[in-house]
C-alpha cells in the first residue's frame, strides 16, 4: 500500500488513505474468537480463529493450531472452544499474543487415535484451514505452533511427525504416540504435559514418547501433574510459562515444579475451568448418595466453628437505648448511646438429639458491651430548672471467669437444593457470678437533686436490672452464626466418588450432586443427594433433564449411625451408561482402548487364525474393530455364602455388561474406499466384586475394588447379514481368551480398579476414610478420625508433650527409636519438647505425620514432615502406639516452629 502511494497523484493518494484506514479498521475490529467456514469440494466446514485484540498488519504473529479431544467432534464450529485452549485464552483475552486456529473434526465415529493425522479428512482440512488463516492474516512462518489435548495431543505428535519442519513447537497434553517418529522431530522444540492419575489415556504414553526423544538426542519438556485426571489442559494451557516459551523456545524455563500445587489442594483455576465448561443437564438420578453426619462429625464440626468463625460474628453495635424512669416522683428520661459489643467465641459443642432437631452450644468469653455515654433529663423541679446529666463510658463485661454459654436448636431442611439451618429455639441466662458492671467514669450534672454518685449508682443498677435485655441482645448474634455453619457442610466433593466408579476406559460421566432430602434423630443428620449427569453432547439435550427412577435409600432409611458415612448406590451406573447407548456414543475402535489386551481382536493377522475365512483377501486387508455397548451396564446383588455367626447372610455385589458387540468391518486394501460389514462377535461379562479400603501411604485412603473368583463370559459370533462365508468356522475359545485377558487387565490395573478418597476437610478438623463395606445397594464408606502421627528416626529416644485445643500439657511421652506413636484425634495437636532450659513449641496439623530425625550429619534432631513411602496395601487398624507400617523416612521440609515458650 505504501509503495503503491508513492507513484499515485497526491488526489488519488488521499483517497486511497481513506479506503485504506476503512479497511484497516474493519479488519482491526474483528480479533477476539471470530468464526469462520472453510469450502472444499466436500461442502463447508466451521471453524474459529481468536484474532489478538491489538493485531494490526504491520508485524508478523506467532500461530498456534489447537487440536481438540474426541468428545468436541460435530460440525458446529463452536464446542472445540470450550475445552482446552479456548477457555485458558478467554481469561488472558486482552492480553493474549498469539493467533489460534480451531478447526473441527466432523467424523464423529471414526478412529479416535489417528482422527487428527495429516493423512485423514479431518486432519489434512486442519492443515488447509490454517493455510487460509496464515493468507487471511499475517502469521510468522518461524512461529507456527500445534497442541492438542487427549485426542488432540495424539494428533499433535502425528501432526508433527508428518511435517517435521514446518513448525517451531508441539505441545502434547494428556495423548501419545508412537516412539519411532522419535528421530523424525527432534530438532522440534516440545513441552508435553499428562496428569498421574489419568484414566482415559495413561500417562506411560507420554513417557514413552518423552523417554525416545530424550534418547534421540533431543531434550523435552515435561511436566507431570499427580493426582490430576485426563483434563490436565486446565493447568497446562494455564501456565504462563508455556506462552513465554512458544514465544522463544530456546529461552530457559523456570522449574516446573509440579509438586508445588499438592495433588489433594485443589487449585483455583482448575475449579474456573470446570465452570467454563458447559454443564447442560440431561438426567437427574435420585437417591444417588446418602451422607451421614453422625454425631462423632457434628462434635468434629463444633471444634471447628470457633477456629473458622470470622470475628466480625461476635463484634458489632447496637443502636440507642432509651428509657424512663419514676424516682421519687420525678420523671428521668435516658438514653444509652454509642454502644459497641465484641467477645470471643472460645467453644462450641453440636449434637443432633430427636426428630428434626440439632442442639448447637457456643461458649463465649470475654463479651465486652462499652457504651460511649448515657444522656439524662429529669422533670422541672418544684421552682423551676431542668435536671440534666450525662455519664460516661461504662463497660459490661461476661464470661470473665469461665465461657459463658448459649444454646439454641435447628432444623436442618432442604431449600432451593441447599442444606439450610432453620432456628428452632433459644436459651441464654447470664450467671450471677459471671458478669459485672463498671463505669461510669465519669458524670456531670446539674439541677435539682442531681447528685452525681446517686446517678453513678443508678445508671449501675439499671444495667444490672437490663439482664434480660442483654440476653435477647447476645441471642441476636445467633442466626449469622447459623450462617457460617451452613457453609461448612459442603457435600459437593461426593461428586467424585460417582465419577470414581466409572468402569469403563472412555466417557467418563460428568456429575453434579446436590442435597435432596434430610432426615434427622437422635444420632444424628441423613442426608440424601441426588446426581445430576450433564449431556454427552450438550447441542442435542433435552430442553429439561429427564428425572429416573430413585436407585438408593431414602432419608429415613439410611443407617442411624453416629458416624460419617458415604452411601454410594452403584445402580446409578445403569443409567449413566444407558445414556451412552442412547447417544450412540458407547462405541470405540479397538485399538483406541488403553486396554492392550484387546488389540488382538483388531489385528488382521490374528483375526485371520480365529475366523479362517479372512485369509481369501490377502495380506492387504484392512480390518475396522469396534467394541460396542448395546445395553447398560447392571449391578445385582448377590449372596456370597453363609452367614457369619447369627447375622444375615453375607452378599457382595455383582457387575454386569449384558451384551457387548465387537463389530467388524472389511476392506481388501487401504486404497479401497467403502467398508464391508463382516462379523460380530457377541460377548456378555459378570464377576463378582468386593469394595475394600486401601492405604496407599499412612495419610491417603482409596476405595479398591476386589474382584472375587473368575468372571463369567458367554461368547457366540455371526457373519453380517447378507454375507457368505467361504469358511463359517471361528474359533470361539482363542477369541474368550482374548476377552478375557483384556477384562482382567481392566478390572486388576485400569479404570475400573480404585479412586482415591480425600479427606473430609472441615478447615481445623478432619475426617479419613476408615472402613467400606458393601451394604446394599450402597457401597459406605465409614469416616474416622485422621489423628497425628509421630515417628523417631532418630537413634535416641524423643521425650516430648502434648496438648489438644481444650486440654492441659500430656504426657510426658517416651518415644523409642525406629518407633511411632499415634493420636486417635480430628484436630491439631500442639507438641513441645524440652530444649536449651525452653520449650520448643511446634503445630502438628490433624492428619499429618511428623518424624524425628536428624537429615544433616552433626546437625541436631529436628521435626520434619515424613516423606511417606508409595504403597498400596489393604487397611489395617492404627494403634496408639508402636505401629512400625507406619514409619516414613525424613522429609526435606522442617515443620515451622511457631513460637518458643520460656520453662
Not at 421519687?328 to 467453644?347: A, K, Q
Request: hydrophobic content about 40%.
Amino acid at each position: 500500500m505504501l509503495s503503491f502511494r508513492r507513484y499515485i497523484t497526491f488526489g488519488f493518494c488521499a483517497v486511497f488513505s481513506i479506503l485504506g484506514a476503512a479497511a484497516t479498521e474493519t479488519v482491526a475490529a474483528e480479533t477476539g474468537f471470530v468464526d469462520r467456514v472453510f469450502s472444499d469440494d466436500d461442502g463447508d466446514h466451521k471453524y474459529t480463529v481468536f484474532v489478538p485484540k491489538n493485531y494490526d498488519d504491520s508485524k508478523q504473529w506467532p500461530v498456534i493450531l489447537f487440536l481438540h479431544s474426541a468428545a468436541q467432534r460435530g460440525n458446529d464450529g463452536k464446542i472445540q472452544v470450550e475445552q482446552g485452549l479456548g477457555p485458558a485464552i478467554k481469561e488472558r483475552e486482552e492480553t493474549f499474543p498469539f493467533i489460534a486456529v480451531f478447526p473441527q473434526a466432523e467424523e464423529t465415529k471414526g478412529r479416535i487415535l489417528t482422527a487428527w493425522s495429516p493423512d485423514s479428512p479431518d486432519g489434512a482440512r486442519a492443515l488447509k484451514i490454517l493455510e487460509a488463516v496464515e493468507k487471511e492474516y499475517r502469521v510468522d512462518p518461524r512461529q507456527r505452533i500445534v497442541t492438542g489435548w487427549s485426542m488432540g495431543g495424539y494428533g499433535a505428535w502425528l501432526m508433527a511427525a508428518a511435517q517435521p519442519d514446518f513448525w517451531s513447537a508441539i505441545v502434547p497434553i494428556s495423548g501419545g504416540g508412537d516412539p519411532v517418529v522419535a528421530e523424525k522431530i527432534k530438532q522440534i522444540p516440545t513441552w508435553v504435559f499428562h496428569g498421574v492419575a489419568d484414566p482415559v489415556v495413561d500417562v506411560e504414553e507420554s513417557r514413552k514418547m518423552v523417554t525416545a526423544l530424550k534418547d534421540a538426542g533431543a531434550k523435552p519438556m515435561y511436566t507431570e501433574y499427580p493426582g490430576v485426571e485426563h483434563d490436565a489442559w486446565s493447568r497446562a494451557y494455564r501456565d504462563e510459562r508455556l506462552y513465554r516459551w512458544l514465544l522463544d523456545p530456546t529461552a530457559p524455563v523456570k522449574s516446573t515444579a509440579p509438586l508445588a500445587a499438592k495433588p489433594r489442594d485443589r487449585a483455583a483455576d482448575q475449579q474456573q475451568a470446570r465452570d467454563a465448561e458447559p454443564f447442560v443437564p440431561a438426567r437427574e438420578i435420585p437417591n444417588a448418595i446418602s451422607v451421614r453426619l453422625g454425631n462423632n462429625l457434628l462434635k468434629s464440626m463444633a471444634e471447628t466453628i470457633p477456629q473458622v468463625t470470622p470475628p466480625d460474628v461476635t463484634r458489632g453495635r447496637i443502636g440507642n437505648i432509651g428509657q424512663g424512669r419514676s424516682v421519687e416522683g420525678v420523671y428521668f428520661s435516658i438514653t444509652l448511646y454509642g454502644i459497641s459489643y465484641s467477645g470471643e467465641l472460645v467453644r462450641a459443642r453440636v449434637k443432633a438429639y430427636r426428630k428434626d432437631r440439632v442442639n448447637v452450644q457456643v461458649g463465649l468469653q470475654n463479651v465486652r458491651i462499652s457504651i460511649s455515654g448515657a444522656s439524662i433529663t429529669g422533670s422541672p423541679g418544684p421552682f423551676g430548672g431542668g435536671r440534666y446529666a450525662s455519664a460516661g463510658p461504662m463497660t459490661i463485661t461476661l464470661g470473665h471467669r469461665r465461657p459463658v454459654w448459649i444454646s439454641f436448636d435447628v432444623t436442618p431442611y432442604i431449600q432451593n437444593r441447599q442444606l439450610k439451618l432453620r432456628l428452632a429455639g433459644t436459651y441464654f441466662r447470664i450467671p450471677d457470678d459471671n458478669w459485672y458492671v463498671s463505669g461510669p467514669a465519669g458524670v456531670s450534672a446539674s439541677g435539682l437533686g442531681m447528685d452525681e454518685g446517686r446517678i453513678a449508682g443508678s445508671l449501675r443498677s439499671g444495667l444490672y436490672g437490663s439482664r434480660n435485655r442483654i440476653e435477647r441482645e447476645i441471642l441476636a448474634a445467633i442466626p449469622p452464626m447459623i450462617a457460617e455453619l451452613e457453609k461448612k457442610i459442603d457435600l459437593s466433593p461426593a461428586g467424585k466418588l460417582v465419577t470414581g466408579l466409572w468402569p469403563l476406559p472412555v466417557y467418563k460421566p460428568r456429575v453434579r450432586v446436590w442435597p435432596q432430602a434430610v432426615s434427622t434423630d437422635e444420632k444424628g443428620v441423613s442426608i440424601v443427594l441426588g446426581a445430576t449427569v450433564a449431556a454427552i453432547d450438550p447441542r442435542n439435550a433435552p430442553a429439561r433433564p429427564e428425572r429416573l427412577a430413585a436407585v438408593g435409600p431414602a432419608a429415613a432409611a439410611v443407617q442411624n449411625s453416629e458416624d460419617f458415612q458415604f452411601g454410594l448406590a452403584p445402580n446409578l451406573l445403569g443409567p449413566l451408561t444407558e445414556m451412552l447407548v442412547d447417544n450412540d456414543a458407547a462405541r470405540i475402535h479397538i485399538l483406541d482402548t488403553p486396554v492392550e489386551n484387546f488389540k488382538p481382536l483388531a489385528d488382521p493377522q490374528f483375526l485371520a487364525e480365529v475366523i479362517p475365512d479372512l485369509k481369501q483377501y490377502g495380506s492387504d486387508v484392512q480390518i475396522w474393530s469396534e467394541l460396542i455397548m448395546t445395553e447398560p451396564l447392571q449391578i445385582a446383588n448377590v449372596d456370597s455364602g453363609a452367614p457369619v455367626g447369627d447375622g444375615e447372610p453375607q452378599s457382595t455385589m455383582q457387575l454386569q455388561l449384558p451384551r457387548l458387540l465387537i463389530s467388524l468391518a472389511i476392506k481388501p486394501s487401504a486404497a479401497a474406499e467403502e467398508w464391508t460389514p463382516y462379523a460380530e462377535l457377541e460377548f456378555s461379562a459378570s464377576q463378582e466384586v468386593t469394595p475394600t479400603l486401601q492405604k496407599p501411604t499412612s495419610l491417603t485412603r482409596a476405595m479398591a475394588l476386589q474382584w472375587q473368583g473368575e468372571p463369567i463370559l458367554s461368547l457366540q459370533a455371526r457373519f453380517a447379514p447378507g454375507y457368505e462365508p467361504q469358511d463359517g468356522t471361528v474359533d470361539l475359545d482363542r477369541i474368550r481368551e482374548v476377552l478375557l485377558a483384556g477384562w482382567e487387565e481392566l478390572t486388576s490395573g485400569g479404570t475400573a480398579s480404585s479412586v482415591d478418597i480425600e479427606d473430609f476437610d472441615l478447615g481445623y478438623s478432619k475426617l479419613r476414610a476408615d472402613d467400606i463395606t458393601w451394604a446394599a445397594p450402597q457401597i459406605l464408606a465409614t469416616f474416622g478420625a485422621p489423628g497425628v502421627r509421630v515417628t523417631n528416626n532418630y537413634e535416641e529416644p524423643l521425650v516430648y508433650e502434648t496438648k489438644g485445643p481444650y486440654s492441659g500439657w500430656g504426657g510426658p511421652y517416651t518415644l523409642p527409636p525406629g518407633e511411632s506413636h499415634f493420636f486417635k484425634i480430628t484436630h491439631p495437636l500442639t507438641y513441645r519438647r524440652k530444649l536449651n532450659g525452653g520449650y520448643q513449641v511446634f503445630t502438628l496439623p490433624v492428619g499429618s505425620h511428623s518424624a524425628y530425625s536428624a537429615p544433616i550429619e552433626g546437625k541436631p534432631p529436628q521435626l520434619y514432615q515424613a516423606k511417606e513411602p508409595e504403597k498400596t496395601e489393604p487397611a489395617a487398624d492404627d494403634d496408639d502406639q508402636g505401629l512400625p507400617e507406619a514409619k516414613g523416612e525424613q522429609g526435606a521440609d522442617s515443620i515451622v516452629s511457631e513460637s518458643q515458650e520460656a520453662e
